[in-house]
T-cell receptor, first 111, second 115 residues
């Protein structure tokens, strides 16, 4: 069965610093996709970044990077140079045939 | 390009009434998903379709919930009769199987309040 775990309910980071949001997953399948989504206070779900299980390179999208450690079954999101607008909920997700989500981490960026 | 379009954005209804939520997926996408988000349970997958066919409805809470996808550009999620515990944000999302990782894209959500 698929499972996604985000153990950090809330995180604080100083503006302009980097922050890592943790995500671990569980599956016995070899082929799967890992995603991160951002949900600001306005409520929409915004796709940030994708990592395939067979991708050897860690995915990067601008200030977002996904630290993929397959043996540890972790897919942490790293946000570099945090901005006030990064304050939001962040969800880790995994896709086999369907996409399931973790409980989320609320990030607070301090000025 | 237009994203996933959901309606209504907000709905307040009385307990016992029928509620119908609507969704237009991104053109060309072959998967459609309905999720429900609450504080207590987070994001739950209710049902998903592939090429208009329901594939997995194991997340549908009970018989009061039903979903249809009569064609590739339209889906509905119906709750009849509605109850206060159905109050949540309902997201529709779609994906293309030929895209990277079947990345799913969400609509803005339908905020349902049942009083």
């Amino acid at each position: 069965a698929q499972k996604i775990t985000q153990t950090q309910p809330g995180m604080f980071v100083q503006e302009k610093e980097a922050v890592t949001l943790d995500c671990t997953y569980d599956t016995s399948d070899q082929s799967y996709g890992l995603f991160w989504y951002k949900q600001p206070s306005s409520g929409e779900m915004i796709f940030l970044i994708y990592q395939g299980s067979y991708d050897e390179q860690n995915a990067t999208e601008g200030r977002y990077s996904l630290n993929f450690q397959k043996a540890r079954k972790s897919a942490n999101l790293v946000i570099s140079a945090s901005q006030l607008g990064d304050s939001a909920m962040y969800f880790c997700a995994m896709t086999l045939f369907k996409t399931i989500f973790g409980a989320g981490t609320r990030l607070f960026v301090k000025a | 390009d237009a994203g996933v379009i959901q309606s209504p954005r907000h709905e307040v209804t009385e307990m016992g009434q029928e509620v119908t939520l609507r969704c237009k997926p991104i053109s060309g996408h072959d998967y459609l998903f309905w999720y429900r988000q609450t504080m207590m349970r987070g994001l739950e997958l209710l049902i998903y379709f592939n090429n208009n066919v329901p594939i997995d409805d194991s997340g549908m809470p009970e018989d009061r919930f039903s979903a249809k996808m009569p064609n590739a550009s339209f889906s509905t999620l119906k709750i009849q009769p509605s109850e206060p515990r159905d109050s949540a944000v309902y997201f529709c999302a779609s994906s293309f199987s030929g895209g990277p990782g079947n990345t799913i894209y969400f609509g803005e959500g339908s905020w349902l309040t049942v009083v």
